[in-house]
């Protein structure tokens, strides 16, 4: 006589079985996420300085964006707040920034001029805790902003960054 239905340790072993799948998807997933807020932030930074910049070349003036472990914020001249100035746009991050700015804990700052280029040599990278793949940095010279990855090393210097 065939029977009906399952045994009860196939059932267990069923269940166990999908608890597992369902643990490992939520992990995974989670792991995913964060690297993609982190990239989102990490490319949020860039298009900000890359918006200064071209304000900069069209207003014919200083535009100055500094930047905080917890967030940055974008000037429209190169005056800021220790002037008097406020920010025409502030933006708090989820992820703490790094930087091998002078002065960064204290709000470093990267000035563009009315050419679009910069003195301010450094690099800005994105702290999201483990390392993940994707972006995590973005290195500033006089002429170009180039993102990258962190994966020489913990420092924050363009030595340990691969531009991608």
């Excluded at 429209?76 to 220790?82: K, L």
């Excluded at 563009?112 to 973005?138: N, Y």
Aim: hydrophobic share 40%.
């Amino acid at each position: 006589m065939p029977s009906r239905g399952f045994s009860l340790v196939e059932m267990l072993t069923i269940m166990a079985t999908v608890a597992l799948l369902i643990a490992l998807g939520t992990v995974m997933f989670q792991r995913y996420d964060r690297s993609f807020r982190r990239d989102a932030q990490t490319r949020l930074i860039l298009a900000e300085l890359l918006k200064a910049r071209m304000q900069a070349i069209s207003q014919h003036r200083v535009i100055r964006v500094k930047l905080y472990p917890d967030r940055f914020e974008v000037y429209s001249s190169g005056t800021d707040d220790r002037n008097g100035a406020s920010p025409l746009m502030a933006q708090q991050l989820r992820f703490p920034l790094s930087s091998n700015a002078a002065g960064f804990g204290g709000g470093a700052h990267v000035d563009f001029k009315e050419t679009g280029l910069t003195d301010d040599w450094c690099t800005i990278c994105v702290d999201a805790g483990a390392p993940l793949p994707g972006l995590d940095s973005i290195v500033i010279s006089a002429t170009r902003m180039s993102p990258g990855s962190k994966d020489k090393g913990n420092e924050c210097t363009s030595d340990n960054i691969t531009i991608r």
